[in-house]
């Protein structure tokens, strides 16, 4: 289990597999061919029960992190998502990778001599396949599928949602155009790719990716700030850039959040408005996913 940790915009991700030790205590041999489900993030920062912060309420992540290996000094290879995600799919890091933005991948720059990570194990007899956000949107690697991945829509506010005034969060109402969430899509998609791997009778690497936490949040009933966070917020610590930081190593002017506030590096949002960012931002997309999975595999399939 990998957690880039100590960086404000990270990609975060899990692999699982049966746990050797587990079974060895049962005096049962692990399997030679694994299953494995690899879960991806986006701008995950591990702020998790797991690594002892109590404001957040992370139980189904903090149950997987408690019988799995946890990674206290892992970094995120870089400030922006698709340079990380090319590095975390490869096992290289970006400048090996020389994926720089958002508008190349490894293969632009390898072509078929570098084999990706799922596409690693298709060669070893695998079933690969993928839903939601793995590899960039736009950027997916049919290489390394043996079943066709699909990569599921980013579903922004839409009509009939609360909203933020300055579009930083959005709540699913009864009046919502659209009724499900990111993670939906990805969870309906991802369970299609888990029994299309069971009936191949094969090992099988299935990922699922989700495009949040990333901003702006956008969230069902139930999972509202005000409904999981009704109690005290704490206001950030530091408020301010350290002294000196660099002009572009701010979150400024079209950054991810939006206040009236922003505008350079040293802007402060006001405490009011920054707690109530925290309050509905706090949410983890792989906490929704897991609480979610026995609701969404009895119901229809949405489309995006």
């Known amino acids: 289990m990998t957690w880039p940790n100590a960086r404000a915009f990270a990609i975060a991700s899990v692999m699982v597999w049966p746990n050797a030790f587990a079974l060895a205590s049962l005096n049962v041999a692990a399997p030679e061919k694994p299953n494995v489900l690899y879960l991806m993030a986006d701008d995950m ?8 912060h109590t404001s957040m309420r ?3 992540l903090d149950k997987l992190a408690s019988g799995g290996l946890v990674f206290d000094t892992a970094y995120t290879q870089f400030a922006y998502c698709a340079p990380s995600r090319n590095s975390f799919m490869t096992g290289r ?3 090996r990778t020389r994926c720089l933005n958002f508008k190349s991948d490894f293969r632009q720059n390898h072509g078929d001599s570098w084999v990706s990570m799922p596409q690693h194990f298709k060669n070893h007899g695998w079933f690969t396949s993928a839903a939601g956000k793995l590899y960039h949107d736009g950027m997916d690697d049919p290489a390394s599928w043996s079943y066709p991945s699909n990569q599921t829509a980013w579903i922004q506010c839409h ?5 933020d005034t300055y579009g930083n969060f959005c709540g699913i109402t009864n009046e919502s155009t659209k009724q499900y969430t990111d993670e939906d899509l990805a969870l ?6 888990l029994e299309a791997a069971h009936a191949s009778g094969k090992p099988w690497w299935v990922g699922i990716g989700v495009h949040r936490p990333h901003w702006a949040a956008r969230l069902p009933d139930g999972w509202w700030g005000s409904q999981v966070y009704p109690g005290t917020v704490a206001p950030p610590e530091h408020p301010l850039a350290p002294i000196g930081a660099p002009y572009m190593s701010g979150n400024w002017l079209e ?3 939006k206040d009236p506030a922003h505008g350079c590096p ?5 405490a009011s408005r920054s707690v109530e960012y925290r309050r509905w931002c706090k949410h983890r997309s792989l906490e929704l996913v897991a609480t979610s999975h026995n609701h969404h595999v009895t119901q229809p399939s949405p489309s995006a």
């Open 45 to 52: 920062r591990p702020q998790l029960g797991a690594y002892g």
């Open 58 to 60: 992370t139980p189904n």
């Open 93 to 95: 890091r970006p400048e």
């Open 159 to 163: 009509q009939g949602d609360y909203n």
């Open 188 to 193: 309906t998609e991802g369970l299609k790719r």
């Open 255 to 257: 950054g991810d959040y």
């Open 266 to 270: 040293n802007c402060s949002v006001p």
